[in-house]
């Protein structure tokens, strides 16, 4: 048998499935598309359960891909055995309700034994001990004798999961020898050891489950089969397990180059080096499907899976960032089947080294915290860390369990891991709430659920705002009807229409649908399952029904408007590429007829040099009149054009491609204007960040720009209004203001200071000595801070050398100030500690320098007692 590698395998198995006429479809994004119950895809079948639920129809009905996958539900178990990964790719074919048991038993069968060339002798399948048509198949028609097919239960050969679809399964063990086994007597399929292992399951979804334990057979059966490609080439390469198949074993190299080590050199050294090889792919991957470390969600799991890669990397001495570096590794060995990581590599990066860097300071911070507890720990006796101590490190910076846990039982403590487990089931159970009600889809159960999927509609409002068409389906806020009256909100669907459905950052349509009979008032335009548009919104008067033909009409202005801001966010982008660099990418967009948002990656806040160049050049293309235009044509043709890709958007076969001139080119499904000139003129009005790496402009086009103006034009009359002047002379006028303020506000303290001295008195005979130190103390009445401190400068050089203390009631509160000489100081005195000595008396607190302190306090009934105090306080100072 040859042994193929892991991307020579990928092509083998999607060609194979080509020549038993499946449509090959590219693996899907990672984030999930309307799918709430999931964070992130894992599972081949994922993405496409709405074809499996008849909720949309499939582009075909055979179809087979190479889905990349991420599972974290054992993510403390990585490493520690060559089992465990939370990346992997899953081969998998697909049959909606075309060919089922005979023809995948079979395929698979082929495809294992004649294109791969595993042993036909050490294959055993399994089935669903109930399953007597799969067992038969394989007997019978493949020829395996009944001792080598085996039967098992639910646990292992059903496949379901609550309510829906579900069915038997068949899986396909291989025998990998001795040298994998236990040696225990009689193992053999189904045994724990690695001898026996499965390399492809063949799921039969036959049956609905109410979810109450009652099956009814499905009209349409489908099949659904997977197939870990890692765990193919791992048999197929004859090798330990997945981490020494050829592309993870080029990782698992570089590792240990930076590491300077070996391989099974050293047990404890080999799990890191096997976490950090499975969490860089995961992080590479998620980062190429536009996820960024975050707090939260999926960017959760990015977060702590580029952590738990860095604090292993630290653990192996490799004492330089080195993530970005690995990552590259992952890219070259996977870019023949996922060229999208090719394109957003230096993007990948730059999150990577970034999260890196800052995982670096906060792991450190992390070690003081920790420190801190320890010592608090000690302090109390005890030799346990609570629960919520450990949670607190592990949620906030990025400490796993078993960290935490390494440092502590080097000091001989334990932690509270029950407790532990408390902290984070209550987070779980946050999550779950967060997540709603749930259909099987995962989405959010609606009254859309229960319209037919074979039910479509077709825009038609590239270019026109106007067309007639006929109602398809009616829905109240609850349930579908077959008329809505007036006052009644509800959504209308029709067989064609001319709404744009918010997609892409653009916000849905709105307008008018009437018909002789009502009219109804569109609020909102959307997606929904299938390829239908809602209109949204309210009868405004009458009633209309299924089957009426009517009338669609756009809002005019609103969509120009939109189209003026749609267009000049591909101006933007290009022109942040232009002047940040091509690091920039698009992280979300907003786009109505009022304004527009842009939320694109970049690392620093913009300077206002390059704000004002971006504005610049995209004022400048839209002068240049550039032609917009629109072209139809395939992904793979539009991306050698070098048009710009959205992260993680799922494109269709045909793909639109809008060009303005030779400046933008980007795939986009919205609408825009037919020239540049038509924008008028742009304007930023704001620039942030949002998140991690990620800035977000906001920006006006045409008439937005021009009562931006006259806004601003308004304020500035006013503001000239009130201080008497034109706008022209406005700023002289404010110049004149503020040197008038700034002599007002001298003679003022000049005044304050007289006061202060006035209040003072001659208090020179108030001076007494304290252990050969002399101390003078003096109450005063409405002096602020600024002035005891003046006068307390004026008094040290009166009295030469000594303390001066201050007290002063004012507003009902009192101030404290309280002043040290060099020779006094040299004795003893310390001025901050003695105002420390003695702020509780006049109810507050304050302390400073041995030379100079201050305090404040609520209590004025105290100052005589703080006074006298003083001379106690100081005493013990020189004592």
């Excluded at 693996?27 to 964070?39: A, R």
């Excluded at 001990?129 to 395996?144: L, M, R, T, Y």
């Excluded at 201080?723 to 001298?746: D, G, R, V």
């Amino acid at each position: 048998m040859k042994k193929y590698g892991v991307n020579e395998l990928r092509k083998m198995f999607l060609d194979f499935f080509r020549s038993k006429d499946h449509l090959v479809m590219n693996s899907f994004s990672l984030v999930p598309h309307n799918d709430n119950s999931l964070l992130l895809i894992n599972a081949g079948m994922a993405p496409l359960k709405p074809y499996f639920t008849g909720a949309e129809i499939p582009p075909k009905r055979r179809v087979a891909t190479c889905q990349k996958c991420i599972r974290t539900g054992d993510i403390e178990n990585v490493g520690k055995t060559a089992r465990h990964g939370t990346f992997f790719e899953m081969l998998g074919n697909f049959s909606f309700g075309d060919y089922f048991k005979k023809e995948a038993i079979a395929w698979s069968w082929e495809f294992l034994t004649e294109v791969v060339g595993l042993d036909p002798q050490r294959l055993y399948p399994s089935v669903y001990v109930e399953d007597d048509e799969a067992w038969n198949i394989w007997h019978e028609q493949i020829g395996i004798p009944a001792e080598r097919i085996f039967r098992f239960g639910k646990e292992d050969n059903f496949w379901e999961h609550g309510a829906g679809p579900c069915g038997p399964c068949s899986e396909i063990y291989y025998d990998r020898g001795e040298k994998y086994g236990c040696g225990k007597e009689g193992c053999t399929v189904g045994c724990d050891c690695d001898r026996y292992i499965e390399v492809w399951n063949n799921v039969f979804t036959q049956f609905e489950n109410d979810g109450k334990g009652n099956y009814e057979t499905l009209q349409q059966k489908n099949i659904d089969t997977g197939m870990g490609l890692e765990r193919l080439a791992a048999v197929v390469q004859d090798v330990d397990s997945i981490f020494d198949v050829d592309t993870m074993q080029a990782l698992r190299d570089r590792v240990c180059e930076f590491a300077h080590t070996q391989y099974k050199a050293d047990e404890k050294k080999d799990v890191s080096i096997r976490l950090i090889v499975d969490h860089i792919r995961s992080a590479t991957f998620m980062i190429s499907d536009g996820i960024m470390p975050t707090n939260e969600g999926r960017g959760y799991v990015l977060r702590r899976l580029i952590r738990r890669a860095a604090r292993h990397g630290r653990m192996l001495g490799i004492e330089s960032s080195f993530l970005s570096r690995l990552s590259e590794t992952v890219i070259e060995g996977s870019k023949d089947g996922y060229p999208e990581l090719e394109e957003k590599k230096e993007f990948i990066f730059k999150v990577l080294s970034q999260e890196e860097e800052k995982f670096s300071h906060t792991i450190d911070q992390g070690l003081n915290i920790l420190a801190d507890m320890e010592s608090e720990l000690e302090k109390c006796g005890t030799k346990m860390l609570s629960g919520k101590d450990a949670f607190v490190l592990y949620d906030t910076y990025g400490f796993p369990l078993d960290l935490t846990k390494e440092i502590l039982e080097e000091k001989g403590y334990t932690i509270d891991e029950e407790g532990f487990g408390a902290c984070m089931e209550e987070q779980r159970q946050m999550a779950r709430k967060a997540r709603g009600t749930t259909n099987y889809m995962g989405a959010d159960a609606t009254v859309y659920d229960q319209i037919d999927a074979s039910v479509t509609t077709e825009f038609v409002g590239y270019d026109a705002l106007r067309a007639e068409s006929v109602i398809t389906v009616l829905t109240t806020q609850t349930e579908l009807t077959e008329a809505l009256t007036e006052g009644v909100h509800g959504t209308v669907i029709t067989q064609q229409t001319p709404f744009y459905a918010t997609m892409g950052g653009q916000n849905g349509d709105t307008g008018v649908i009437s018909c002789a009979s009502g009219s109804f008032i569109v609020e909102d335009t959307i997606h929904l399952l299938g390829g239908k548009y809602g209109h949204v919104g309210y009868m405004a008067e009458g009633m209309i029904k299924t089957g009426d033909t009517v009338t669609l009409t756009v809002d005019e202005t609103c969509r120009k408007n939109t189209c003026k801001n749609h267009s000049a966010t591909h101006l933007l982008q290009k022109a942040l590429k232009t002047v940040l660099g091509s690091h920039v990418e698009q992280k979300g967009s907003l786009v109505t007829p009022d304004r527009l948002r842009f939320d694109f990656a970049h690392f620093q806040a913009m300077t206002p040099e390059e704000l004002a160049k971006v504005e610049e050049l995209v004022n400048q293309e839209i002068a240049a009149a550039l032609p917009v235009r629109t072209d139809i044509m395939s992904i793979e043709d539009a991306k050698k054009t070098g048009a710009m890709a959205l992260f993680g958007e799922k494109y269709g076969d045909e793909v639109r491609v809008v060009s303005m001139g030779d400046f933008s080119k980007e795939l986009c499904g919205g609408t825009h204007v037919g020239n540049t000139s038509q924008i008028a003129t742009f304007k930023i009005v704001s620039e942030a960040g949002i998140a991690a790496g990620v800035r977000r402009i906001e920006a006006l086009t045409g008439d937005g720009v021009f009562a931006y103006y006259k806004a601003a034009e308004k304020e500035l009359h006013e503001a000239a209004a009130l201080l008497k002047t034109t706008p022209a002379k406005l700023l002289e006028k404010i110049a004149s203001l503020q040197a008038e303020l700034k002599n007002a506000h001298s003679e003022n303290e000049s005044l304050k200071s007289k006061l202060a001295k006035d209040a003072l008195g001659n208090v020179m005979d108030q001076v007494c000595e304290i252990s050969g130190v002399k101390l003078l103390a003096a109450k005063l009445a409405g002096v602020d801070m600024n002035g005891l401190r003046e006068l307390g400068d004026q008094l040290r050089e009166k009295l030469g050398e000594g303390v001066v203390l201050l007290a002063s009631v004012n507003d009902g509160k009192v101030n404290l100030m309280a002043a040290a000489t060099d020779g006094a100081m040299k004795q003893g005195a310390h001025a901050g500690n003695l105002i420390k000595g003695i702020a509780a008396l006049v109810g507050g607190g304050g302390g400073g320098r041995p030379n100079m302190a201050q305090a404040g306090g609520k209590d004025p009934s105290g100052v005589e007692a703080a006074l006298e105090k003083a001379k106690e306080v100081l005493a013990s100072q020189l004592a």
